[in-house]
Structures are given as structure tokens and as C-alpha cells.
């Protein structure tokens, strides 16, 4: 995965470059490291191809300047994916994410694994979401107004569906929300 970052760090520097709410789309192919026993692409490797195709969003769409230029540094809060079909050995795959919307202090991105089908349409083989957060290299959390202070105002179809947030907060952390009856005691 080591190699497969910084080779997609540099292609982002040449890839076209993107409003900063447009779909990134970045593209793979699934190697023999990628696999699991049963010779598909291993589910946890889903998840550190998202992260690479997130970075390729943030340079082509200027916003990891911005981020360097202020010292903050984007991190995953939660996520989950879903599985439709199993990408194999030599498969090309593009990876389209993009960013769905914000809650009061949180980044949502959508990102989809989409291979062409027998007419040439995009098939989704898998689909997920994180929800992410940005810190400061001096300490603290960038809060959502000094995010969209830096990288401009959403358009009014950048929103978040309620079923994610209801996601996000079901998601969160035993430290973050009410206590529930625990199993281990």
C-alpha cells in the first residue's frame, strides 16, 4: 500500500484539477497484494484504497494546500462500506468520492467502486462513506466555519442525508453519547 500512495501522490499532482466539490475519480488496479485467501481483494484493502482516492481528492481539488498552508491534517472519525461484487486480480476499478455535506462538526464523503458493466455504465462493486474531521498541528479540531471560511460555501446540493447523520450518530463512540447497559460487567 506503501508504494501505492506515493505513486497515486505524484499522478494527483498531474491528474486534471477539480472544483473543490466536484467527484475525484481515481483510478486502480487490483493487485496480487490486494487479495485475500478466497482470491478476491481483501475488505480491509477496500478501506486503505478509499484513503488513497480521499488524498487524490484533496490535492487535485487544491484543498490539501489549503490544509498545509494552515498545518491541519484531515482524520477518519468513523465510516462503513458495503460489498456488491468482489474486484479480482488485474481488475481496473475507478474509485469516484466525493463530499456529500458537513454536520456541525463533521466532513461526510461518499465514495463508490465502479467498474464498467457489459454496456459501458458505471456497475457499482462497492459503496462507502466516512466521516471525518480536521486537527491542527498546534492542537484543536478546525471547526466547520473556519473549514468553509478556507475552501468556500458549499452549493445547496452538497447536504448530508438524514440517514447518514442518523448513521454518525449511532456510530459514535460510548464516550460520546449516552451510557448503554454493558455486556462485560
Known amino acids: 500500500m506503501f508504494f501505492r ?3 497515486h501522490a505524484l499522478l494527483s499532482k498531474f491528474g486534471p484539477r477539480l472544483g473543490h466539490f466536484d467527484v475525484a475519480r481515481t483510478n486502480f488496479v487490483t493487485m496480487p497484494t490486494d ?5 478476491h481483494m481483501n475488505n480491509g484493502v ?3 484504497i478509499m484513503d488513497v482516492a480521499r488524498f487524490d481528492m484533496l490535492h487535485r481539488t487544491g484543498v ?4 498545509q498552508e494552515r498545518g491541519w491534517y484531515p482524520v477518519v472519525v468513523s465510516e462503513t462500506i458495503s460489498f456488491r461484487k468482489s474486484l479480482t486480480v488485474g481488475q481496473k476499478f475507478t474509485v469516484e468520492s466525493r463530499i456529500l455535506g458537513f454536520d456541525e462538526k463533521a466532513v461526510y464523503v461518499e465514495q463508490r467502486f465502479v467498474r464498467p458493466d457489459a454496456d459501458g455504465s458505471p456497475e457499482i462493486y462497492s459503496h462507502g462513506y466516512i466521516r471525518g474531521r480536521f486537527l491542527k498541528r498546534t492542537g484543536g479540531v478546525v471547526t466547520i466555519d473556519e473549514l468553509l471560511a478556507a475552501i468556500g460555501v458549499a452549493p445547496d446540493d452538497v447536504t448530508v442525508p438524514e440517514w447518514l447523520l442518523e448513521w454518525s450518530r449511532n456510530a459514535a463512540s460510548p464516550a460520546t453519547r449516552a451510557p448503554a447497559p ?4
Open 5 to 7: 500512495t506515493l505513486l
Open 35 to 39: 487479495l485475500d485467501i478466497l482470491r
Open 46 to 48: 477496500y478501506l486503505s
Open 64 to 67: 490539501w494546500a489549503i490544509f
Open 182 to 185: 454493558s455486556i462485560w460487567n
